[in-house]
């Protein structure tokens, strides 16, 4: 089974910074890979599938890129609604996954 | 606007089975390009995929639940279900059904979750 992993764990941060977010897989999902957001006792939200491709009503400061095993979600501009925790989602062969998890701090 | 909502009881004992349904409004569970899924968070946690159901009633399952989740869709009620057999309290966790897109793999409409919690 593919295993993912995402760095950081957690990530401190201060609105207006530019903050990335790295997921890695131990084997190739291209393109099969999606990001949520998820705030505390609500389910998770989409933002972006197929590694770049922005969800609808996602705000443009939000952007994924990447391919293969290493994959970014990247906020141009921090702010106060995005301090949530952020997971990636892999799909392979019937098969979906998710990661463990970034925390993104004041 | 589609809706989807999550029933089942909220307490469960060791080694019984934990029964959920997840109702879904505003759009047809008949629908072949969709599967509908179940993901799990314990507390404090992250989100741990449980399975995928195709609205023909062919199931994909985690491979480490697998010997102990059995799922089912009713097209006619509009609901799919999860059966989790011999539970322990590693299992307690708010429980979220949503949609999967076929095409592109991810899930885009989910439930606002129901926590279970397996105690004696």
């Known amino acids: 089974d593919i295993q993912m992993t995402q760095s950081p764990s957690t990530l401190s941060a201060s609105i207006g910074d530019r903050v990335t977010i790295t997921c890695r897989a131990s084997q190739s999902v291209s393109p099969w890979l999606a990001w949520y957001q998820q705030k505390p006792g609500k389910a998770p939200k989409l933002l972006i599938y197929k590694a770049s491709t922005l969800q609808n009503g996602v705000p443009s400061r939000f952007s994924g890129s990447g391919s293969g095993t290493e994959f970014t979600l990247t906020i141009s501009s921090l702010q106060p609604d995005d301090f949530a925790t952020y997971y990636c989602q892999q799909y392979d062969n019937y098969i979906w996954t998710f990661g463990p998890g970034t925390k993104v701090e004041i | ?120």
Not at chain 2, 4 to 28: A, D, F, R, Y
Not at chain 2, 81 to 106: G, K, M, Q
């Open chain 2, 1 to 120: 606007q589609l809706q989807l909502q999550e029933s089942g009881p909220g307490l469960v004992k060791p080694s019984e089975t934990l029964s959920l349904t997840c109702t879904v409004s505003g759009g047809s569970i008949y629908s072949s390009d969709h599967y509908w899924g179940w993901i799990r968070q314990p507390p404090g946690k992250g989100l741990e995929w449980i399975g995928n159901i195709y609205y023909s009633g062919i199931p994909y399952y985690n491979p480490s639940l697998k010997s102990r989740v059995t799922m089912s869709v009713d097209t006619s009620k509009n609901q799919f279900s999860l059966r989790l057999n011999f539970v322990t309290a590693a299992d307690t966790a708010v429980y979220y059904c949503a949609r999967n897109i076929e095409v592109t793999t991810n899930f885009d409409y989910w439930g606002p979750g129901t926590l279970v919690t397996v105690s004696s």
